[in-house]
């Protein structure tokens, strides 16, 4: 089964976001991931998603072996992105 999502790959956008989470909230949730040792390398992986049915936006980051971890939530934050989304289908 698919749903519907909407992805942000503005890389701009997404500095600001991060800008604004932190270094010291985004450290905390790459340690909770596990991901502490392997950090993302590139501004390139990251997108911002936000899932239809749950109306609930996260920050991922997808690593060159397509390996896709969901950093954390960032509802509530001012610098979550408004435009260049694009709409895409999400299995299940």
């Known amino acids: 089964m698919s749903i519907t999502v ?3 790959y503005d890389i701009k956008s997404i500095k600001g976001l991060l800008k604004e989470i932190g270094q010291e909230r985004y450290e905390c949730a790459l340690k909770d991931l596990g991901l502490l040792e392997q950090r ?20 991922y980051y997808r690593y060159p072996s397509r390996v896709v ?24």
């Open 40 to 59: 993302p390398i590139s501004m390139k992986g990251f997108f911002v998603e936000y899932e239809t049915d749950t109306q609930d936006i996260y920050l």
């Open 69 to 92: 971890f969901k950093i954390l939530p960032v509802l509530g934050f001012w610098q979550v992105p408004h435009d260049h989304w694009v709409r895409e289908r999400k299995e299940k």
């Open 6 to 8: 909407f992805r942000n």
